[in-house]
């Protein structure tokens, strides 16, 4: 047995909202351990909502609807279920009572299109709406199939959800199992490169592992279905430790880890201090130090050494060597390292310069060429090149240098 999720708005098809509803009912079927294979965004239209209807029934035996459920006449949710299975639609008293009442307590009358809210399908259950006026239903038009409805607004769904659909999903013997997760991120490798070290681990059925990528990072999901989250979390472990063991410094964290949390950790437990010295990404590398709450007690700040006046002046970049190399180059990067750790007293100074485009690359330094530059407590320094590609266009550039700079620093702590 399984879940669809159909979501229901043309505002949705036309990207004017977020269909974040989707993804917390995915979340809330795997708490309970209820499969789902599908996802469908339908518009305001009764004729390609029911071509949904009637694949969705084929394959699910739970179809979880949100959206058209408000006073408008393109809120067709209700009455386009009802037709396609044959039901008459029936007042509810009880309905229009409640929604008289909510609009009282706000000092307003309740206008006739609002009695559109109480038509839902003869032998439906009302899944109350505690915070809205539009309430759901519950409904067996088969004996096989569950329908819920949902209002749009997620506020008022994820009440319902918790307050009524939950507890009638497990009268109904649902949420003795549960799926739980554990994403695994690396970085510095291809999600090719990943998925070839750990193929054998792809092809488990539980726990089950499958690879992400987004923005340079690597994930891989790894989700177990047990009767609780501790067998759960018993299953994963050991897939875990063997992922970890193959990657090596290519894994860097778990959840709700980042690069900068990670690195922060580092440095606390060390009890050493960093700064660092912008350039192409403008200050996106403390952006994302600073996102750590407590991040005050390692970072200490940085420079934005935009124009190469300001590498010279506060960073002590050689102006020959700016002349000579340019401002993208390995020799600044490196000096910029230098100068920002010992302007600011730190025990490691963290550089990036690099050409974000998408104008600014010649043929010798392309668009996506980035030096960073590491300098250290011994008095060590050292740069990394990087051609990161005009493809991936100029914020991305500037996100995946910030990222790949604490890599870097992430993976010389790791190695001291």
């Known amino acids: ?81 009802a037709d396609f299975f044959g039901a008459a639609l029936v007042e509810r008293p009880d309905i229009i009572e409640d929604i008289t009442r909510k609009y009282a307590q706000r000092d307003r009358t309740m206008t006739p299109s609002n009695r559109k809210q109480a038509l839902i399908p003869q032998g439906a259950e009302i899944l109350p709406n505690p915070a809205g006026t539009a309430p759901g239903i519950i409904w067996q038009p088969r004996p096989e199939l569950t329908i819920f409805t949902f209002p749009g607004v997620p506020s008022e769904m994820h009440r319902m959800w918790e307050e009524t659909a939950v507890p009638f999903l497990k009268s109904q013997g649902w949420g003795k199992e549960i799926i739980y997760s554990r994403m695994l991120k690396f970085w510095g490798i291809a999600e090719s490169a990943l998925a070839e070290k750990v193929s054998a681990y792809l092809k488990m059925p539980n726990p089950t592992v499958a690879p992400y990528a987004s923005k340079g990072e690597v994930k891989l999901r790894v989700s177990a279905k047990a009767l609780s989250e501790a067998q759960a979390q018993d299953l994963i472990a050991p897939i875990e430790k063997q992922i970890k063991e193959i990657a090596g410094l290519d894994y860097y964290g778990a959840d709700d880890d980042t690069l900068a949390s990670v690195v922060g950790q580092l440095l606390r437990a060390r009890g050493e201090t960093l700064s660092v010295a912008e350039s192409c990404t403008g200050g996106g590398l403390g952006q994302m130090l600073t996102e750590i709450s407590g991040s ?121």
């Not at 007690?297 to 506060?314: A, C, P, T």
């Open 1 to 81: 047995m399984s879940a669809e999720i159909i979501c229901v708005g043309t505002e949705l098809l036309l990207g004017d909202i977020l269909n974040s509803n989707a993804q917390y009912l995915a979340q809330q079927l795997a708490k309970l351990g209820i499969p789902h294979y599908y996802q469908t965004v339908v518009g305001d239209n009764p004729k390609r909502l029911k071509q949904v209807i009637e694949i969705a029934s084929l394959r699910a035996q739970i179809l979880i609807f949100t959206g058209g459920l408000g006073p408008t006449p393109d809120d067709l949710t209700c009455e386009t279920i």
């Open 296 to 416: 005050s007690d390692y970072f200490w700040g940085g420079v934005i050494s935009y124009d190469n006046s300001v590498k010279e002046r506060l960073l002590g970049v050689n102006s020959e060597d700016l002349a000579k190399h340019g401002a993208v180059s390995s020799i600044v990067a490196e000096q910029m390292a230098t100068g920002v750790r010992a302007r600011l007293s730190t025990t490691w100074g963290l550089s990036i310069t690099g050409i974000a485009g998408p104008t600014g690359g010649t043929e010798t330094k392309p668009v996506g060429l980035v030096y960073i530059g590491l300098a250290g407590p011994k008095g060590e320094v050292e740069s990394f090149e990087y051609r990161f590609g005009v493809l991936r266009g100029r914020s991305l550039i500037r996100h995946i240098s910030a990222c790949t700079a604490l890599d870097n620093l992430r993976r010389k702590l790791l190695k001291q």
